[in-house]
């Protein structure tokens, strides 16, 4: 079509230059229609030239509306400007009226998003606030309706429109944003005292920031919503080599922006997979086997790990994610990436020296750099090492899903692999958190009975369950809950870790009952947090439980199958939002700059309070937005699924690159449990 319109214009260019021996100069008749009454409807080929940018073609569409005037989309592509290897691309919306000569369309430009610095280049609060208007007169020329503006910040513009096309029945562009409530079900009288005994001590209410926004309308009901932003997906999927910069002044920093949105939704998410795959396997599992972070150098290759303080949970994941792609597609290099990464779990229990301690992550000793504070220098066979105290619950889920995982794809015939697996699950049993946390102990007897095939061990594993069955009923070990936005977040990950881990188990150990028990609790929990749409546990519930025919109590009478399999169609789009590759640059953002931004009446995690010190009245701050990952925790997450949903502020330092194992874990289980439709 564009190489039609540039034939058209070129064969109207010549019929004006030969129209010079008449006395009256003749219009075309394209051009001639945009001054008869109502003849300006249509889409408009155009052309023009940004003093930053150079020259672009594009589209002007005019679609009439309910008042006269017309709603206006602009999309123009540069010719010879490209951003990292892509082309830029400006959508622009706005409103035009016509008379019989001229032609006037205004936009609105917003000059903040939610990035506040990109390296050294800096938003001021005032951007955020204030969007720009663009005027455009377009008048008759030789050429065709011509016009000549400035963005006012960046940008002059001269631009003409010449032939026209029909309308579509569709807008060339259609802003699909949606704010989807994320309330929930009221909270009780109980919970409301003790938040309101929280709100007292901290002194929240009286904090100039949360007064305010005292009134707010969504400060005032306790909404929170979740941003959803499906637009452009199509588009992308069909033109990777362009990014689309959205009603923003077109700079480095808006252009960012939404080439983090580009990497999101032009790739597939097999091709995303294959990345981060390559990746964490080349540049995030150091040299002891454990998850880091990769400081990279300007061209982008490795100079060194960085220890990942949580890294027993991310690289018990990690091997789960390993394990399924296996089990689905028996690809031997990620057999190979279990075995490195159970190795650094192994050696997480054997460093510390103490059959009851074990380590949080592992690096390499280095002469230059002696540990130092929590940190300590292997001895013996491990004297190569450094390891980090502080072994915990959290931890301990790392360690059995990546032993369970493994032992799924580990071959029997690797007797010294499986007899090391034996003695570890045996060790996990006599760890002391399983004295101050008693319900590790049932996941942790039941992967030494299954590992050993001791009977005694499958005993004690169906005592233990037992045992907590008569004081907590339905294996209910958690604490879940959601109210307005307000949740234990991080919570929610370890929860849905050790979910898979307790019910592939008593599967494994043919403990059906406590299986289907295990299964409507998960159930339960996704009812629970389907509000706020955790994908991830939506993913884990359909998979170990759902399609297996449970349910729940509360999923029975609270919510339907309807609107689980909606919540499972949607839960794909947490897949779709992670961009690939990551953004690594130097960079700040706060969206609570947006106009449209609300804080919450209800703090973020308000019963840290108890801590003392208390923690700052910043620390309980979270909005009642909460953004797509490609426009927050995409930028500096090192593991999505378990960030607070409502914060607002981030940062990170170029050469500081995440893992992305978020994604490969996601990605593997949803491929792993046969959920539709995952490309």
């Not at 008449?22 to 008869?36: F, G, M, N, W």
């Not at 790739?267 to 880091?292: I, T």
């Not at 570890?424 to 946390?437: A, H």
């Amino acid at each position: 079509m564009k190489a039609l319109s540039s034939f058209l214009f070129l064969f109207l260019s010549v019929l004006i230059f030969n129209s010079c021996a008449h006395k009256e100069r003749q219009v075309p008749r394209d051009i001639a229609s945009l001054q008869a009454n109502g003849g300006m409807e249509g889409i408009w080929f155009l052309q023009g030239t940004s003093s930053t940018r150079g020259p672009y073609n594009g589209e002007l569409e005019l679609r009439k509306a309910g008042d006269g005037t017309f709603n206006v989309v602009r999309i123009v592509t540069y010719i010879n400007y490209f951003f990292d290897g892509l082309r830029v691309q400006e959508v622009w919306t706005g409103k035009a009226v016509a008379n019989a000569g001229t032609l006037t369309v205004t936009y609105d430009i917003r000059q903040g998003d939610f990035i506040t610095k990109l390296s050294s280049q800096k938003r001021e609060a005032s951007d955020f606030r204030n969007p720009i208007t663009i005027l455009a007169r377009f008048s008759p020329t030789s050429a065709g309706l011509a016009t000549s503006f400035s963005d006012k910040k960046v940008s002059d513009y001269s631009e003409w429109i010449t032939t026209r096309r029909d309308l579509e029945s569709r807008p060339l562009w259609v802003n699909e944003r949606k704010y989807l409530d994320a309330k929930g079900k009221n909270i009780p009288l109980l919970v409301r005292g003790i938040i309101k005994a929280f709100k007292m001590d901290i002194g929240y209410d009286k904090d100039s920031l949360v007064k305010s926004y005292k009134n707010r309308p969504e400060f005032k009901n306790e909404q929170p919503y979740m941003v959803f932003d499906p637009t452009d997906f199509e588009f992308y999927r069909n033109n990777k080599d362009i990014i689309r910069v959205v009603n923003k002044i077109t700079d480095a920093i808006s252009i960012t922006e939404s080439a983090v949105k580009r990497n999101a939704y032009a790739p597939s998410l097999d091709e995303k997979a294959q990345g981060y795959d390559r990746n964490a396997a080349d540049f995030h599992l150091n040299e002891a086997g454990m998850l880091s972070h990769a400081i990279l150098d300007e061209k982008g290759q490795l100079v060194s790990y960085s220890p990942d303080g949580d890294s027993a949970l991310w690289t018990g994941m990690y091997l789960g994610s390993q394990a399924m792609r296996y089990l689905t597609t028996k690809d031997t290099e990620a057999l190979q990436n279990v075995r490195k990464a159970l190795k650094g779990l192994m050696t997480l229990m054997d460093v510390t020296g103490n059959p009851q301690e074990f380590a949080r992550t592992l690096a390499v000793y280095d002469p230059k750099s002696p540990p130092t504070g929590s940190w300590h220098r292997g001895s013996g066979a491990f004297e190569n090492l450094v390891w980090l105290e502080g072994g915990n619950n959290d931890m301990l889920k790392g360690l059995t899903h990546g032993f369970m995982w493994a032992g799924l794809v580990i071959p029997k015939s690797d007797t010294e692999t499986w007899n090391e697996l034996k003695e570890k699950s045996r060790r996990l049993i006599d760890l002391k958190i399983m004295s101050e946390k008693p319900h590790n102990k049932p996941p942790a007897l039941g992967l030494a009975a299954w590992m050993t095939g001791d009977p005694s061990l499958k005993e004690q594993y169906i005592k233990s369950y037992d045992a907590i069955s008569m004081k907590v009923s339905g294996y209910s070990f958690d604490t879940s809950f959601y109210w307005h936005g307000t949740s234990d977040w991080s919570g929610i990950n370890l929860g849905i870790v050790g979910d898979i881990t307790n019910i592939t188990l008593a599967d494994l150990l043919g403990q059906t009952k406590i299986r289907d028990q295990l299964r409507e609790r998960l159930m339960d929990s996704w009812v629970t947090f389907e509000p706020a749409q955790r994908h991830l546990l939506t993913m884990a519930a359909y998979g170990f439980a759902y399609r297996h025919g449970t349910r729940g109590g509360n999923f029975r009478s609270e919510t339907n199958d309807a609107r689980f399999e909606s919540a499972l169609a949607q839960s794909i789009w947490g897949l779709r939002e992670i961009p690939y590759p990551r953004p690594n640059l130097t960079v700040s953002i706060d969206h609570s700059l947006k106009p449209e931004w609300c804080i919450s009446p209800i703090p973020r995690l308000f019963w840290k309070a108890v801590k003392k010190p208390e923690p700052p009245i910043d620390f309980f701050y979270q909005g009642l937005y909460n953004y797509p990952l490609f426009e927050y925790q995409a930028f500096a997450s090192n593991f999505v699924w378990k960030d607070s949903a409502f914060l607002y502020q981030t940062s990170h330092n170029k050469g500081d690159e995440n893992s992305g194992v978020d994604y490969l874990y996601a990605y593997w289980l949803a491929r792993y449990v046969g959920v539709k439709n995952v490309d």
